[in-house]
Structures are given as C-alpha cells and as structure tokens.
C-alpha cells in the first residue's frame, strides 16, 4: 500500500525559504503511471496547488506561486521536495504531497490520492 | 483560472437523510475529444488529509460506500450522499483538473442534524 509522509521544518523565518520532501514508501516515485504533487491548506481554509512532477524532472506550478516554487524528485531515495523562497504569514499552512495520476493528453493533470498526512509550516519570526 | 464554487457552505442534514452538495465551474470540465469531465470529489475530516471519492465526475474509488455518487457534466455538478451515516461528518471539496492550475471549491461542511 502507497505511503506518502511530509517531513521538514515547522518553524520558518519571514523572507526564508521553506523546504520539503515527501518520502514514498510501497511504491516507486519512477513509476510512469503517475505524478506527484503538492497541496497546502492554511489553517481553517480550502486547498491550494501548488504543483507538480514527474519522476523525467517535468514540472507543473500554480502560476500564482510559480516565481517562488521549485520541486525537485530525487529518485534514488524516493522522495521528491518542495522549496519555498521568500515566505511570509501568508503562507502558513497544512503542507500535503499526493500522488497524481498520468491522465492522456492530460499531463500533469489529475486527481490527487492517496494524501499524505500533512506537516504544518509557520511561518512566523 | 477555473474557479470552483460550492454551495451549500454547510448543511445538516439527518442521519439515514440525504445530502446534497453542489459545485460549479467557471467554465466547462467537459473535454469533447473522450467525452470526460475531469472533476473530483474529496472528504476531508477533522485532523485528516483529504480522501478520494470520485473522479471522472461520477466514478466512484474503491473502496468507498456506494452511498456516495456523483452527477453532472459541463459545469454544475453534485456530490449526494444517499443516507447520511454519522461517519460521514466532514468537509468536501470538489476540484477540476481540466486544465492549470488545479483548482479546488471552497468547500462544504456537513453535519448531523
């Protein structure tokens, strides 16, 4: 069964950059058949984007946060990251990565499942 | 971007009652060439990531309830949950993968009357 668990920093600097990786376990970020994914929720609020990869190094990013993100997948550890830069309050939120299906003619584009279980990020000095 | 709008924002609804959310897209999810709407259901409760329901508008994941359907096409969708069970208590979005961004609705709440 596809695991998927959020780890880095909880506590991070107004204007730092946040940075985090998601490890998959039972199953292989190589895989053809997918993507993978990041989503944030601040807290008591609805999800946002915020992009995606697939494991050739493929990128997909919400726009809105596009100058600021960059994710990388690192395939012999079986992870793939999210950064971050220039963080404000705005950002504070529930921090989730997913994994996305290949759709045809649809790249980059999915549905998200599983989820993994989420790591708040403050940002806050 | 496609913006997703959810109506109700919360509804009560009684146990074994049906409830009935809404969702509507800004423009049409509907891709002509395959005749698909790529939109999805989620369940989010309390403490929890996000769970899938249905995707392709009305395909329903495995594993969950046949209670749970969706309908629609275009641009106005609904998620029913047919005979609300107490376990069912939760937030669900619904989000279009038509095209990027991804978009998600706002959200509506569901309690037990």
């Known amino acids: 069964q596809l695991q998927l668990q959020e780890s880095g920093p909880g506590l991070v600097k107004p204007s730092e950059t946040l940075s985090l990786t998601c490890t998959v376990s039972g199953g292989s970020v190589t895989s053809s058949s997918y993507f993978w994914g990041w989503i944030r929720q601040p807290p008591g609020k609805g999800l946002e984007w915020i992009g995606s990869?697939?494991?050739?190094?493929?990128?997909y990013y919400n726009a809105s946060l596009k100058s600021r993100v960059t994710i990388s997948v690192d395939t012999s550890k079986n992870q793939f990251s999210l950064r971050l830069s220039s963080v404000t309050a705005a950002d504070t939120a529930v921090y989730f990565c997913?994994?996305?299906?290949?759709?045809?003619?649809?790249?980059?584009?999915?549905?998200?499942?599983?989820w993994g279980q989420g790591t708040l990020v403050t940002v806050s000095s | 971007d496609i913006v997703m709008t959810q109506s109700p924002d919360s509804l009560a609804v009684s146990l074994g009652e049906r409830a009935t959310i809404n969702c509507k897209s800004s423009?049409?999810?509907?891709?002509?060439?395959?005749?698909?709407?790529?939109l999805a259901w989620y369940q989010q409760k309390p403490g929890q990531p996000p769970k899938l329901l249905i995707y392709w508008a009305s395909t329903r994941e495995s594993g969950v309830p046949d209670r749970f359907s969706g309908s629609g096409s275009g641009t106005d969708f609904t998620l029913t949950i047919s005979g609300l069970q107490a376990e069912d208590v939760a937030v669900y979005y619904c989000q279009q993968y038509y095209v990027t961004p991804l978009t998600f609705g706002g959200g509506t709440k569901v309690e037990i009357k």
């Open positions: 423009q049409s999810v509907l891709y002509s060439s395959n005749n698909k709407n790529y």
């Open positions: 990869i697939y494991f050739s190094g493929s990128t």
């Open positions: 997913a994994r996305c299906p290949v759709i045809t003619a649809a790249m980059g584009r999915g549905w998200f499942d599983p």
